[in-house]
């Protein structure tokens, strides 16, 4: 048994009511006569293109007028992200030869170490031969001298010297140790160990006295001067979304404050689940107020545009149809399916369906939709 869904019970009593009103003093003498009316109705091209009410029941029903218009729009997506670090200012402490960890000078996570900074020093017995074999090499080369008949041993000593030092390169001991080694003539049982750039530490991997590999990570250190926000954006929202676009970024714990940044990337995956794609920012950080895992609210600006609109309200969204009715002439109006764009505060963009300058309802448009609907519904019986 069919049981009417309270959608469809409201546009019957909202067709019903505007039936009423159309129809109020206007019952016809005889039969005959209604029947002749119908007739004539279902033959006029203007019932079948929408419906008619008259200026009196127009007003009765509130019946309002817009006009479709070209206008240039600036729209702005808002959306939410999170403070991240700037993956290109993240650096790895590693090592490239393996030893023990003596002398730990940075042994907290979240220090900030300057560039050049000793984080430790490290005694490996690979590294204490090497400076052996290359002091020998060098010191022998001393005694050569430049004599004729020492010069093929120089040559082979100097190339001696000279793969022991790329080794030492490879390995990263600075230059200035090197020149101590020479100038002294004293072997380091530790070698200080400096920090290779500047930054706060956000992982720590490291222990007085521990045994470390080569590869192994000791430490990973963040610059915050510059910092990303990952913003979420919907998939539809995507076109008016490009790289070097302006964003405006705000926090609940700087009220009154914004900072002003760049999309530097639209990341090329979806989340299936939310249906949001990752757009990334770019942002100074002056004093380092910006931490990573930050909630911000994000302001996308995207260019202004010239599109046709029509005011909201004027929109009847089923969610499968959008139905704009038109002024088709005195008391007349004509439901027409458009194709709808981007929706402004106030506005929605027409893509197809409308023409600049039409005449169209802007509010009321529901009861015109029920009586249009009823006045259809009541033709296909009739059929």
Known sequence: MWKPRTK??????AGSMLALLTGCGERPAT????????AAEMQSPAREAGLEVDARKQQMIGVTYGEVRRSSVEQT??????????ESALTDVTLKFHGWIEGLRVDRTGDYVREGEILFSLYSPELVQTQEDYLTSFEHLQRLGRSPRAA???????????????????WDVPENHVRDLEQDRRILRSLPIHSPAGGYVIEKHVTEGAHVQAGHLLYRLADLDAVWVLADVYEHELPRVA???????TLSYLPGETFVGKVGYVYPYLDPKERTVKVRIELANPGHRLRAGMYADVELRAEPREVLVVPAAAVLDSGERRVVFVAAGPGRFEPREIESGARFDDAVEVLAGLEVGERIVTSANFLLDSESQLA????????
């Open 243 to 249: 790289p070097g676009q302006e964003a405006r970024v």
């Open 77 to 86: 997506i808002r959306t939410v992200g999170t403070v991240a670090y700037d």
């Open 376 to 383: 259809s519904g009541m033709r296909q019986m009739s059929h």
């Open 8 to 13: 469809d019970l409201v546009q019957m009593a």
């Open 31 to 38: 039969n005959q006569g209604h029947e002749a009316m119908e």
């Open 152 to 170: 093929e041993a120089s040559r082979r000593m100097e190339d001696l010297l000279a793969a022991v030092r790329r080794r030492l390169d490879y």
